[in-house]
Nanobody, 130 residues
């Protein structure tokens, strides 16, 4: 059974940076499109970014929510079974628990920022505050 463990969250001042990690156990990362989502208190899960598999011509293509464009960068290291989310220029609105999960894909194997099968993990808390 696939299991994701998120890490790297913490308390950071506005304008600061964090790098989140998402490590997969119970399988290999290669064939999966992975998304980062976040949930702020009292709100629904919100898609932040996704990255396609490197298999099948999708070439690890990334996509971002408007709120993340220009500030966040998603990447993957299939050899380490890990996906990363580099977050720069953080602001208080980025405060949330961040999760990674398998996403659905298009017929061309491109990621779509919607959760696929599987359950949410424990996530990692990101707090942006002065």
């Amino acid at each position: 059974q696939l299991r994701f463990v998120e890490s790297g969250g913490g308390l950071v001042q506005p304008g600061g940076s964090l790098r989140l990690s998402c490590n997969l156990s119970g399988g290999t990362l290669d064939p999966y499109a992975i998304g980062w989502f976040r949930q702020a208190p009292g709100k629904e899960h919100e898609a932040v970014s996704c990255i396609s598999s490197n298999i099948g011509g999708s070439s690890g293509r990334a996509d971002y929510a408007e709120s993340a464009k220009g500030r966040f960068t998603v990447s993957r290291d299939d050899a380490k079974n890990t996906v990363y989310l580099q977050m720069n220029s953080l602001n208080p609105e980025d405060t949330a628990v961040y999760y990674c999960v398998v996403t659905i894909t298009t017929v061309r194997n491109m990621c779509v920022m919607k959760k696929g099968g599987g359950s949410w993990g424990q996530g990692t808390q990101v707090t942006v505050s002065s």
